[in-house]
């Protein structure tokens, strides 16, 4: 069965200071990983996925599958990254949206 | 577009009850998914719909039933609700145009609270 681990609920770090955010999957394949944010008082939506490879608001994450490991990590975290992050994992698919498995998510709070 | 949007944004009910929620997908999508979110939780998949057809589903029992309309908006019901029940009701709309890795575009949800 396809597991998402986060393992810590809650992440607090200072404006400028890098941050990592830890998500670790269980699946027997090659599965598509994303992480959606949800700001306060907005819906989930999604911030990043590893097949685009590409940097969202300075934020990348790196597949590693010897580690099943898609940590989200930022260089220089600011006040405006205070939100709650999800990983989440589905099945590779070449036709409609597969189902999500998420984490339970990590609240990253960037102090001042 | 006002994007994927959700009814009602609450809802009270008792155990025993039967209770409706309802979706309409993004402009241009055609595929409805269902996440039930309890507090501290990441959302968990209840379903998907495509073509009227509930396409994938997640472990919920029958009690959890869904439909899609001809306009691809879709309703979650729920029977004989439990008090775990109680949780956030996410509405995920997808498709348009068919192609790996497509987008899940979520609604605010629906929070339902069992008595």
């Known amino acids: 069965a396809q597991r998402v681990t986060q393992p810590e609920k809650l992440l607090s770090v200072f404006k400028g200071a890098p941050v990592e955010l830890k998500c670790n999957y269980s699946?027997?394949?090659?599965?598509?990983l994303f992480w959606y944010v949800q700001y306060s008082r907005q819906r989930l939506q999604l911030l990043l996925r590893?097949?685009s490879r590409e940097s969202i608001k300075g934020f990348t994450a790196d597949l590693n599958k010897g580690e099943t490991s898609f940590h989200l990590k930022k260089p220089f975290a600011q006040e405006e990254d205070s939100a709650m992050y999800y990983c989440?994992?589905?099945?590779?698919?070449?036709?409609?949206?597969?189902?999500?498995?998420f984490g339970s998510g990590t609240q990253l709070t960037v102090l001042p | 577009d006002a994007g994927v949007t959700q009814s009602p944004t609450h809802l009270i009910k008792t155990r025993g009850q039967q209770v409706t929620l309802r979706c309409s997908p993004k402009s241009g999508h055609d595929t409805v998914s269902w996440y039930q979110q309890a507090l501290g939780q990441g959302p968990q998949f209840i379903f998907q719909?495509?073509?009227?057809?509930?396409?994938q589903r997640g472990n919920f029992p029958d009690r959890f039933s869904g439909h899609q309309f001809p306009n691809y908006s879709s309703e979650l019901n729920v029977n004989a609700l439990l008090l775990g029940d109680s949780a956030l009701y996410l509405c995920?709309?997808?498709?348009?145009?068919?192609?790996?890795?497509?987008?899940?575009?979520f609604g605010p949800g629906t929070r339902l609270l069992v008595l």
């Open positions: 590893h097949i």
């Open positions: 699946y027997s394949g090659s599965p598509e």
């Open positions: 719909y495509y073509e009227e057809e509930e396409r």
């Open positions: 995920a709309s997808s498709g348009g145009v068919r192609g790996r890795g497509e987008t899940q575009y």
């Open positions: 989440a994992l589905s099945e590779p698919s070449s036709g409609s949206a597969r189902q999500l498995t």
